[in-house]
């Protein structure tokens, strides 16, 4: 069965600093997808990226990078220069070969201070 | 292109009563999907459909729970007999399923919070 981890219960960061948010995951099948979304207080899921299982980059989008260890099945969100904006839960979720079901980790919560 | 629109944001209901929830997704988008997130945790899949067909369920929609997507456009997820443990947030998401994840990924509405006292 697949299943994300994500155990940092929160955490606190200085506008401008860069931040990493951990995320495992386990499944048996060899293609899978990971993604990381943004939850801010009004609710709505913002997409930030996506990591194939297959991929071999890791993946980066603007100030967003994922760190796909594949041996460690980690694949953790690497936050350069955080901005006050960007303090919200944050999401790691995996898809599994041809389903269409995503499955979430409990999410972790990030503030940024100024 | 507007986003996925959720129809409505909040829901407040005394146990015992039906309810229903509607999701517009982005337009030309086949596959539509329904997520349940209570508080604390990340959403949990309730079911999928590509065009009008519902292809995936998830064990958590009870007998209670039933989505429709009659036209392949708008879908609506009905609760009958509401119970307190339904209390949660109700998202939809939708994407067009043409090309690959990293440009075509699952896109989320404003979600339909639900009280049932």
């Known amino acids: 069965a697949q299943k994300i981890t994500q155990t940092q219960p929160g955490m606190f960061v200085q506008e401008k600093e860069a931040v990493t948010l951990d995320c495992t995951y386990d499944t048996s099948d060899p293609s899978y997808g990971l993604f990381w979304y943004k939850q801010p207080s009004s609710g709505e899921m913002i997409f930030l990226i996506y990591?194939?299982?297959?991929?071999?980059q890791n993946a980066t989008e603007g100030r967003y990078s994922l760190n796909f260890q594949k041996a460690r099945k980690s694949a953790n969100l690497v936050i350069s220069a955080s901005q006050l904006g960007d303090s919200a839960m944050y999401f790691c979720a995996m898809i599994q070969g041809g389903s269409e079901k995503l499955v979430f980790g409990k999410g972790m919560k990030l503030t940024v201070n100024p | 292109d507007t986003g996925v629109s959720q129809d409505p944001r909040h829901k407040i209901t005394k146990r015992g009563q039906n309810v229903t929830f509607r999701c517009d997704p982005i337009s030309e988008h086949n596959r539509l999907y329904w997520y349940r997130q209570t508080l604390g945790q990340g959403p949990e899949f309730l079911t999928y459909?590509?065009?009008?067909?519902?292809?995936?369920k998830s064990r958590l929609l009870s007998d209670r729970f039933s989505a429709e997507r009659p036209k392949g456009s708008f879908s609506t997820l009905e609760i009958q007999r509401t119970e307190q443990g339904d209390s949660a947030m109700y998202l939809c998401?939708?994407?067009?399923?043409?090309?690959?994840?990293?440009?075509?990924?699952?896109?989320f509405g404003p979600g339909t919070r639900l009280t049932v006292l």
């Open positions: 459909f590509q065009n009008e067909a519902q292809l995936e």
């Open positions: 998401a939708s994407r067009g399923g043409w090309r690959d994840w990293t440009t075509d990924t699952q896109y």
């Open positions: 990591q194939g299982s297959y991929d071999q």
